[in-house]
């Protein structure tokens, strides 16, 4: 726990000391502890005997699934088949060394399985227990199952995605799933906050479906100020124009000027300045309204030169812009690499995986790969004999798991 | 700071007793400062003399803009003109008494006000800075000006929206905004966890790329490893069939089967048990390869009953399922109701504003609006009092802010 110093040839990482039991499968509870794992807390991915369904999915090499790899990096493995007594015993005495548990099973689960909040704070006082879940642990829809889709349906959030011609459209990652994971390592982390100064356990939850309505932004507030839906409005903006992708010599451009003042910048930068003086472009209103025309003007101006070009210029000028890029583009652009949001990682016996990097930057201590994602029950045999298993008991406890199986 | 003891009519909140000063405005600095407000922290928001230019956006009622009211509720406000040196020296004494600067300007701003990293951790040691930039801190672009439209088009964030018709689309919500400043939340409580532990300040950063880069899930590993690029699909699974919009009696309801069990408890649910032996639908790589074929015998079976009933029917079956709600119905349903994720907050002077819920529920100590968003300024004067400035030196810093706006 937190008194476990740090290695001397580097600083203490946040979260280093912080001992989580992961019970989570799949995705929005995986980026969770992913999360918690790369700011340092000790993750002990609980598998059942089959193993996290992740690591049969998605493409891969020398057997190993790269999105399990990715979502599992800096986790232990513990292949334990909770569906036997002797699995939960040895579950029960992993949670009493633990700081937080996280699942994310359907509401009640937890309970049905002996470990309601009582239960927990008894094992280990001070524990942070944490859920992810569907649609909220109570409530009419509690029990329903859930999927990403339907949160993005159910939540207004597709309302707001594609244009008049597509209908409401789902944003193509699983958006919900990640949100929550990650509003879910949030909660989990302000919660060792109080503890710290309290002592005090919690228990924190979020749902797909409540964390994507939380990113409703100003659709939200001026639907609940004036009643009027918001319309989907593909890559225009509602409320500001010029926006959107343009037209140069090669190729499609985005350019995204917030204000009047950005709008001038743009003006200035493409030759246009004599617009400035033009009735109909004379604010943003009248843009809007006039969306297609100046449009046009500023693809005239645009077709002489190339992409780079003009995003050289236009942001040098100050005014945003880039290339729509595909992955193949964003995964070799020169910033992206700098960041370093593509990393290769060593994983023993399966070669060299390539994923993605840390989004939150530490200047003081830095988020790193410590451990590749582990092989199925790689670390079983550690971690109950660090709760007191001889090895005939892991023997027997691994030979219970192979016939239920 | 933290020893200040919590109200003794309620429990002890996440980030009580923390102190953020938080000189960002508009939209990703401020949904990270939100979440540090909302887990109980006191963030002094520093305004210049005409406000945080979302006062002046979005629609709202009694002089009120409702964007802003949800943005910045739990919220104290400053009214300071950086560019005066009595302001910055305002400044510089209310960052001695915080835990957590955040800033959202462009990188290297924060040094030219003479606020680098040395010179804060003198004034306050062990300080947490946090910012939020465009595309990283250092490298090439780093002093791009930055737009959500641009984050979601550089990053291939949208190339994985949208379908074969429409190319890449935008997801609807400004989302590369909404996941920096999480990740800001995120990182900034993570390192106050390592403060607990060291007494050390930290550096963290985030960008609106890197935040929308991380969350590439099964899309990224899959290219990773392939080299192949993703098809955007719409409303459909790349993957996985059936899966998407199809049409009850009264309109389009969401399905989504996410494995060969799940399928087998649809097909019986819709009493389409027969098409197990189906050879066309025998697994799902032969469904995906039939689409069209498979979703035509589902809206086949669908269009007898209202989509209230088979929303009924299949999810008392197992399978996830939904209607696709506008922000009105999403804002009115039941579970949404049940989980308070819309709520009225009494703002003296502006009425009662309606807005956005808390995504992250604890038991032990729930988030609450301890404060409405405060008008411009108002707590100016008591900040400044408890910093030492007397009346006439008040009056005259608010003076000055007048000649300067």
Redesign the interface.
């Known amino acids: 726990m937190?008194s476990s110093p740090a290695p001397a040839n580097r600083?203490?990482?946040?979260?280093?000391?912080?001992r989580v039991v992961d019970l989570t499968r799949i995705?929005a509870g995986p980026f969770c502890t992913l999360?918690l794992a790369d700011?340092g807390a000790e993750v002990i991915k609980i598998e059942p005997p089959e193993g996290d369904?992740i690591r049969a999915?998605?493409?891969?090499?020398a057997g190993l699934?790269?999105?399990f790899?990715?979502f599992n990096r800096n986790k232990r493995s513990v292949r334990l088949d909770l569906r036997s007594p002797g699995g939960m015993a040895a579950l029960r005495k992993l949670i009493a060394t633990a700081d937080v548990v996280v699942d994310n099973f359907r509401p009640d689960v937890m309970e049905h399985m002996g470990l309601d909040?009582t239960t927990l704070q008894t094992l280990s006082p001070g524990l942070i227990h944490t859920s992810i879940n569907?649609?909220?642990?109570?409530?009419?829809?509690?029990q329903?199952?859930?999927?990403?889709?339907?949160a993005q349906?159910?939540?207004?959030?597709?309302?707001?995605?594609?244009?008049a011609?597509?209908g409401?459209?789902?944003?193509?990652?699983?958006?919900s799933?990640?949100?929550a994971g990650?509003?879910?390592?949030?909660?989990t982390?302000?919660?060792?906050?109080?503890r710290?100064?309290?002592g005090?356990?919690?228990?924190?939850?979020?749902?797909l479906?409540?964390?994507l309505?939380?990113?409703?932004?100003?659709?939200?507030?001026?639907?609940?100020?004036?009643?009027e839906?918001?319309q989907?409005?593909?890559?225009d903006?509602g409320l500001v124009a010029p926006?959107?992708l343009f037209s140069a010599a090669d190729g499609e451009i985005?350019i995204?000027p917030?204000?009047d003042g950005?709008y001038f910048k743009l003006l200035k930068a493409l030759n246009l300045s004599h617009l400035k003086d033009d009735a109909r472009f004379a604010s943003n209103a009248l843009r809007v309204q006039h969306r297609a025309e100046i449009n046009a003007q500023i693809n005239d101006a645009l077709r002489s030169h190339s992409r780079a070009h003009w995003i050289d210029v236009l942001?040098a000028a100050?005014?945003?812009?880039?290339?729509?890029?595909?992955?193949?583009?964003?995964?070799a652009?020169?910033?992206?690499h700098?960041?370093q949001?593509?990393m290769d990682v060593e994983h023993p016996g399966h070669g060299t995986v390539?994923?993605?990097?840390?989004?939150?930057?530490?200047?003081?201590?830095p988020c790193e790969v410590r451990l590749p994602a582990p092989d199925l029950g790689a670390d079983t045999q550690a971690v109950l004999r660090e709760l007191g298993y001889d090895d005939e008991q892991i023997r027997q406890l691994n030979t219970s798991q192979e016939t239920t199986s």
Chains 1, 2 share one sequence.
Not at 11 to 18: A, N, Y
Not at 134 to 142: D, H, K, L, R, S
Not at 182 to 187: F, H, K, M, S
Not at 333 to 336: H, N
Request: aromatic share 10%; proline share 6%; net charge neutral.
């Open positions: 937190l600083p203490r990482q946040q979260l280093e000391g912080i995705l999360h700011l369904p999915q998605g493409h891969g090499h699934s790269w999105y790899a990715a909040w569907g649609f909220g642990e109570t409530g009419p829809y509690a329903r199952p859930s999927f990403d889709f339907i349906a159910m939540s207004g959030f597709m309302s707001l995605n594609g244009n011609q597509t409401p459209l789902r944003t193509g990652v699983p958006i799933d990640l949100v990650t509003y879910a390592a949030l909660g982390v302000a919660a060792l906050v109080r710290g100064q309290t005090e356990g919690e228990r924190v939850s979020t749902s479906v409540d964390g309505m939380s990113m409703g932004a100003f659709f939200a507030s001026n639907f609940l100020a004036t009643g839906l918001p989907a409005n593909g890559n903006h926006y959107g985005a995204a917030s204000n950005v942001n100050g005014v945003p812009a880039g290339t729509v890029q595909t992955l193949a583009g964003a995964y652009d020169p910033q992206v700098h960041q949001m593509v390539k994923m993605l990097g840390f989004p939150i930057k530490f200047t003081q201590s």
